[in-house]
């Protein structure tokens, strides 16, 4: 019920290129889903997040689409860069307790070439 | 400003030996959390903070794990006896929890060895 599952493991896309990680989730507790990045020998940074009530967020080259009846939301990066290369994480928040938990999926190694 | 700051960044040690890993949150957050991060678990949540006072600690593998928060400013996460299955990158990230969307704030981690 608290797991978040995403996939695919891995994507190689060329530059200028839409990939797109997709998230699926089983709690309907979940309030809130952020996106992470994450460099190596770096902690993941949130990137874009989304409420259940939207339907879809964009910011700057960054969209989430959310799917609530489908309890799935998705990640698309459009005109992709190089230095986009790095691992994604999808996440949800169940608030428990008074605190601001989050079940992270299994992460997405992109890579972006030239 | 000062982003979440953890020390040390690396620590190689032998088996058995006790590790302690440090945090200090972003002044002014009032959640703190601990995650391992492996290649065949992902990231993980071990324990989580709220003003000083543990919520969850569900996450925390074994006996040999523990976690103190005495003050707002530092967090220690201690492992002892260590084992190499420990080894991992252990990261802490802080958060203001008013209820509403704040991010979680990751610092750059502690990897970890057990040799």
């Known amino acids: 019920q608290q797991q978040v599952k995403q996939s695919p493991q891995s994507l190689i896309v060329q530059k200028g290129g839409i990939p797109i990680i997709n998230c699926a989730y089983e709690n309907t507790a979940f309030d809130y889903f952020p996106w992470y990045q994450q460099f190596p020998g770096k902690g993941p940074a949130l990137l874009i997040a989304i409420r259940p009530d939207v339907s879809e967020k964009k910011e700057g080259r960054f969209t989430i689409s959310f799917n609530k009846s489908a309890k799935q939301f998705s990640l698309h990066i459009m005109d992709s860069q190089p230095g986009d290369s790095a691992t994604y994480f999808c996440?949800?928040?169940?608030?428990?307790?008074?605190?601001?938990?989050?079940?992270f999926g299994t992460g997405t190694q992109l890579k972006v070439e030239l | 400003d000062a982003g979440v700051i953890q020390s040390p960044r690396h620590e190689v040690t032998e088996m058995g030996q006790e590790v302690t890993l440090r945090c200090k949150p972003i002044?002014?957050?009032?959640?703190l959390f601990w995650y391992r991060q492996t290649m065949m678990r992902g990231l993980e949540l071990l324990i989580y903070f709220n003003n000083n006072v543990p919520i969850d600690d569900s996450g925390m593998p074994e006996d040999r794990f523990s976690a103190k928060m005495p003050n707002a400013s530092f967090s220690t996460l201690k492992i002892q006896p260590s084992e190499p299955r420990d080894s991992a990158v252990y990261f802490c990230?802080?958060?203001?929890?008013?209820?509403?969307?704040?991010?979680?704030?990751f610092g750059d981690g502690t990897r970890l060895s057990i040799l």
């Open positions: 996440a949800a928040r169940g608030l428990t307790g008074g605190g601001n938990k989050l079940t």
């Open positions: 002044s002014g957050h009032n959640s």
């Open positions: 990230a802080s958060s203001l929890f008013t209820g509403g969307n704040q991010p979680q704030h």
